[in-house]
């Protein structure tokens, strides 16, 4: 229980970070995900958080000509979150504005156990040309050891704004948010 519900996130600030969620007001404590056309109007009206980003859960096939194909836990991410969270690969780079756009090239992140038990720890992955879920895609970076931010994952890609995505009935994003030091929480909801 400690660890789920009372002990920090292990990152930076990690005990001002906090999930942000809708709620159905015609039944008692349910929560919904967020759509993201929400998520750009919470962002822009933001004034208790330092940054809101977002994340859409995925399961990710990493295929490629030397490996076999494999599956593993992942997230589409905003290309901000790990800069909230500061928390930067350990190789590579992390994702950048552009990789967030529109009809982007696909690229990846891999957690720390990926790149050792696929790669054999390589830093020759960075750059390396793989697919996942079938897709081209561009290994950028590698996340710190025990780094599987939200949950348990193990990939991130980026998180563009898709046709389907947009649809304001489609509330398939997690949000995350770092208080400003010193926010109370309820400050942060009536926000």
Partial sequence: ???????????????????????????????????????????TQ?????GLEAAEGLSAVISEASNPPERFNGQRITPGLFALLRTPPILGRSF???????GAPEVLLL????????YGCNPDVIGRAVRVNGTPATIVGVMPEGFK??????????????????????RALQLFGL??????LPAAGAD
Wanted: cysteine-free.
């Fill in 149 to 170: 931010f939200p949950q348990r994952e193990d990939v991130w890609l980026a998180l563009p704004p898709t046709a389907e995505l947009q649809k304001q009935s489609n």
């Fill in 46 to 50: 933001n004034h208790t958080f330092e």
């Fill in 111 to 118: 957690g720390y156990g990926v790149w050792r038990d696929r």
């Fill in 1 to 43: 229980v400690n660890a789920v519900l009372f002990k920090p996130v292990p990152v930076s600030g990690g005990e001002r970070l906090v999930t942000v969620s809708n709620q159905n007001l015609t039944k008692a404590n349910s929560r919904m995900g967020i759509a993201y056309p929400d998520y750009l109007e919470f962002k």
């Fill in 179 to 184: 208080l400003k030091p010193g926010t109370p």
């Fill in 96 to 102: 950048s504005p552009a990789d967030g756009e529109p």
